[in-house]
């Protein structure tokens, strides 16, 4: 936590569940990450943290952004970030939303299907696509399923349909997975796009831009890579691959970006055993699931929760909704202090991706929770 937060914590009153966010990491994270890949332009995934004083730091850095609708497209140019800086990244996007885009001067547009291509053709005409490629998740701790990419093969072939339907065949992308904690499924990715990069130009297409996703991560428990072994690591694939005729490169980090820079904090619902001689408590928080820990779903992320000094024993964690599903760590061990009761608080550190974006509206009555940027 960084020192901004730790002192709001001991100093404001605050009600939970609530976000307690320090901007100024996400500028030093802009500018590591920046350092460990030069080559690349940074277009930060909004879905992680769409807050604007988010969006407006990054948009005063000279960030470009990766939008999947069109509200994010809107809070980008809203924060200050121009139209030219924006791809609608997402492969799944609405008629009008893509006409409403091209209209505010979105230049860059994501498809992996004939259908959403033609969608593009008709309402964003001339624009630049790219079309996202399926690579190997292996690494990641939250891998995407099959509901993204295409194949090498159906790629090309979209590619020459792409120049046909008046568009511009600009480049390929992939995602290789979030929380992806290797770099072997960075290399493997670029080995299997250059070569379609190689095919396309004796086809007579010459892509000029390869986005190579997020899925940087961050050091909840267990230690990851640094960023700079993922830039190291991603430009020894590239030039291995590409030689010195490297196409333009983007990188769409989230996690990497924000989740190290804000505290969820949380108060104890209620502490008890399940059954009398139980040796594991349950922990009910007022933050759950619904409330915005969403990554926790098979509990893939697996936030430092903390809770005070002393000694501790096992706990199972979950939510305060009526729903049964709203359980945040059952399996993985867990360990709060034996004195916890109901009213304390505990703090999930690391939380500042992907958790307000996730958080439901008013399931069982409970709002969404605050946010404070410090
Ligand atoms: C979510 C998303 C990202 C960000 O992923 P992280 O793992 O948070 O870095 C980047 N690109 C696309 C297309 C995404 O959907």
Redo the contacts with the bound molecule.
């Keep these: 936590m960084t020192p901004k937060v730790a002192a709001f914590l001991a100093q404001s009153a605050y009600e939970t569940p609530c976000l307690v966010f320090d901007v100024e990491q996400v500028a030093e994270n802009f500018h590591s990450l920046r350092a460990a890949l030069p080559a690349a332009k940074i277009y930060y995934?909004v879905?992680?943290n769409p807050a604007a004083p988010v969006l407006e730091l990054l948009a005063g850095l000279g960030s470009c952004f990766?939008a999947?609708s069109l509200p994010e497209i809107e809070a980008c140019l809203k924060a200050g970030a121009s139209a030219a800086s924006i791809s609608f990244?997402n492969t799944i996007k609405k008629a009008s939303a893509i006409a409403a885009a091209h209209a505010h001067g979105v230049p860059l547009y994501a498809f992996d299907s004939i259908e959403e291509l033609e969608k593009i053709a008709g309402n964003a005409p001339g624009a630049k696509v790219y079309c996202r490629i399926v690579v190997d998740n292996i690494g990641a701790q939250c891998p995407l399923s099959r509901k993204f990419g295409t194949t090498l093969d159906r790629a090309r072939d979209l590619m020459l349909a792409a120049a046909g339907l008046g568009l511009v065949p600009h480049g390929l992308s992939f995602?290789v997975g979030?929380?992806q904690t290797g770099t072997a499924a960075y290399e493997l990715a670029i080995a299997r796009v250059a070569m379609l990069f190689t095919d396309l130009k004796s086809a007579g297409i010459e892509l000029k831009m390869l986005n190579l996703?997020?899925?940087?991560p961050i050091r909840y428990q267990e230690d990851v890579p640094e960023t700079d072994q993922f830039g190291t690591a991603i430009m020894h694939a590239m030039t291995e691959h590409f030689g010195n005729d490297l196409p333009d490169m983007l990188i769409?980090?989230?996690?990497?970006m924000v989740g190290n820079a804000g505290v969820v904090a949380s108060e104890v619902v209620l502490v008890c055993r399940r059954m009398p001689e139980d040796e594991r408590r349950w922990v009910y928080l007022d933050i759950g699931r619904f409330g915005g820990l969403a990554e926790t779903e098979g509990e893939a992320i697996r936030y430092r929760i903390t809770a005070g000094a002393g000694p501790t024993g096992p706990v199972a964690v979950a939510g305060p909704t009526c729903d049964s599903v709203d359980i945040v760590y059952e399996k993985t061990p867990y360990f709060l202090p034996l004195e916890l009761q109901s009213g304390d608080h505990v703090l999930i550190h690391d939380a500042g991706?992907y958790i307000t974006s996730y958080a439901s509206q008013n399931f069982n009555g409970f709002a969404p929770l605050a946010e404070h940027y410090l």
């Design positions: 995934a879905k992680a990766d999947a990244g995602h979030s929380q996703g997020g899925g940087y769409e980090p989230g996690r990497a991706a």
